[in-house]
């Protein structure tokens, strides 16, 4: 790795970043256009992806990975947000960085072979189902139950808002199996009887992602579709949010990045009162700024990513802190970049309408920016060893 820990790239990561961009214009970028009018969520890329190697570079060579660093993970979130198809690329990463890392590293032999191995070339689509009508935040209050009965488990309960809910081949479901937090992880194949599946289609933005709702009645499973240990599954996805949350904040600095390139380009293309409308100082100055935060953006991922590759999910304060600031300013990045399109920017034509629709997602998805608040505060606000450091630090 490079010495400069905001170049952290090798070789070897831009070559995959030449090849994924070269990728994405031919198999992607000609097509997004239609998909989002379609509402078509492209199942066709997941496989296009897999063949090329592209959904396993961070897992094992064993189950068809390339056994890269998160860099490389780095490298394909970055190339993928800048094709500005905010619907497929959660569609793809919620495939990649949802399920399979828990069945990477709670799964039975079995279970690789019949799970991770065909997710990884991108014949199975996987989702991870938490978030219930009436519990999202608060993981918690779920009531989808799993009951043990001789050999198989008995799901009942529904499940809401699951990206790639109804394209799935198997959905790893956080089910009840216990009073408190004693919730376990099942992975169940959708042709089961028992599980039913809607598509989502109206929603603000994301339209070329699918999105569901789960139901399962008297949904048997066998025993052998529990993931890891039977009570520990709230533990399993806690820490797995962390790899969520930290796809999330690199996708975002890299969307507003993309919309920062936008204005300035559309910038220098349109005239008003006798001159480029990036002539204006009111314009350069929005544009300076937005390129200010761009630049916070990508060292708070960059540097939630170093931290995560030392600590794993113990860095959940930087990483609460990057998901919570990048989603926000993200968000106002590309208004801004809209306000500078002006009537065209409200246009499908340019794309920053859709980058805007999808954008308002990040807020929300893979954990509010309050629930990203009460985790910082819990470990900022109360931890007085914190504050003294930062005190020292600053020698005050
Ligand atoms: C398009 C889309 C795709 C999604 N994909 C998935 C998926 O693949 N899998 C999955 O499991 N889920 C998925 N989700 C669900 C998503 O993770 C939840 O919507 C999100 O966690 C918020 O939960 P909620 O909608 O129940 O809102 P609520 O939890 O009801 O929150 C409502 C409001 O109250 C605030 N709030 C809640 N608790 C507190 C608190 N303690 N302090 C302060 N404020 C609080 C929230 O921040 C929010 O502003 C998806 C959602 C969408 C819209």
């Known amino acids: 790795m490079s ?133 999202g935040s608060d993981v918690g209050g779920i009531k989808t139950t799993a009951k043990k009965e001789g050999n198989h488990y008995v799901i009942n309960g529904s499940k ?11 959905v790893v479901t956080v089910t009840r199996t216990g009073a408190g937090y004693d919730m376990s992880l099942l992975i169940v194949d959708t042709d089961n009887e028992g599980f039913k599946a809607v598509p989502i289609k109206e929603k603000l933005g994301m339209h070329s992602s699918d999105t569901g709702q789960l139901f399962f009645e008297d949904c048997k499973v066998p025993a052998s579709a529990l993931l890891g240990q039977q009570g520990m599954g709230f533990y399993y996805i806690m820490n797995n949010l962390q790899e969520e949350r930290l796809v999330a904040a690199i996708s975002g600095a890299a969307s507003a990045e993309w919309a920062l390139n936008k204005a300035m380009a559309y910038a220098k293309e349109r005239s008003a009162f006798g001159r480029p409308i990036g002539k204006f100082q009111v314009i350069r100055h929005k544009m ?28 959940v304060k930087i990483i609460s802190m990057a998901k919570a600031y990048i989603s926000e300013e993200a968000v106002n990045v590309i208004n801004d970049a809209l306000q500078i399109h002006g009537g065209w920017g409200y246009m499908e034509s340019y794309g920053v309408a859709r980058a805007w629709r999808d954008a308002r997602l990040m807020t929300v998805g893979a954990g509010t920016t309050e629930i990203m608040h009460e985790i910082i505060s819990k470990l900022v606000v109360d931890d007085v060893q914190y504050q003294r450091q930062y005190v020292e630090a600053r020698g005050v």
Request: net charge negative.
């Open 288 to 315: 300076a700024k937005m390129a200010i935060i761009v630049e916070a953006c990508r060292s708070m991922a960059y540097r939630a990513v170093h931290e995560f590759l030392a600590e794993g999910s113990g860095a």
């Open 3 to 135: 010495k400069n820990p905001f170049q952290p790239f090798t070789e070897e990561h831009q070559l995959l970043r030449v090849s994924a961009r070269e990728f994405i214009n031919k198999e992607i970028v000609p097509y997004v256009a239609q998909w989002e009018r379609d509402k078509h969520c492209a199942v066709e890329v997941f496989r296009k992806m897999g063949e090329q190697g592209f959904l396993g570079v961070t897992f094992p060579e064993a189950y068809g990975g390339s056994n890269l660093d998160l860099w490389a993970m780095v490298v394909l979130v970055e190339e993928v947000a800048h094709a500005n198809i905010g619907g497929l690329a959660m569609s793809l990463f919620a495939h990649t960085y949802l399920p399979l890392p828990l069945i990477n590293a709670f799964g039975t032999e079995e279970q690789k072979q019949k799970y991770l191995i065909p997710a990884l070339k991108g014949e199975k689509i996987g989702a991870l189902a938490i978030t219930e009508p009436n519990a």
């Open 160 to 170: 809401m808002f699951i990206t790639n809910g109804s394209i799935a081949d198997f």
